[in-house]
């Protein structure tokens, strides 16, 4: 059974950093795509950034240069490392799992994942 577990989240001032982390188990998970998301509250579930199992990143356009995402197949674990947080950027956090292995294809979508993990709350404060 596929698991994802979130951690990392918090309360931070703006401008600050965090680093979550979302740890994967119940399959290779080299194999697969990794994508964070998040939802504020009366929001709908919103893409944040994404890596391709072969190593390709995509972000929105609102984190862009703020944001970090990156894998360490050895640990089976997804990082998202976000600088100069703002208060728009609060939110639960999910990270998820793309559906089948070595796919290439939007990664922006929720309909792509099939895994997700239980979120974790990163507030950020004004």
């Known amino acids: 059974q596929v698991q994802l577990v979130e951690s990392g989240g918090g309360l931070v001032q703006a401008g600050g950093s965090l680093r979550l982390s979302c740890a994967a188990s119940?399959?290779?998970?080299?194999?697969?795509?990794m994508g964070w998301f998040r939802q504020a509250p009366g929001k709908e579930r919103e893409f944040v950034a994404a890596i391709s199992w072969n190593g390709d990143t995509y972000y929105t356009d609102s984190v862009k240069g703020r944001f970090t995402i990156s894998r360490d197949n050895a640990k089976n674990t997804v990082y998202l490392q976000m600088n100069s947080l703002k208060p728009d950027d609060t939110a639960v956090y999910y990270c998820a799992s793309d559906k089948v292995p070595w796919t290439a294809g939007l990664l922006t979508t929720t309909t792509r994942y099939h895994y997700w993990g239980q979120g974790t709350q990163v507030t950020v404060s004004s």
């Open positions: 119940g399959r290779t998970f080299s194999n697969y795509a």
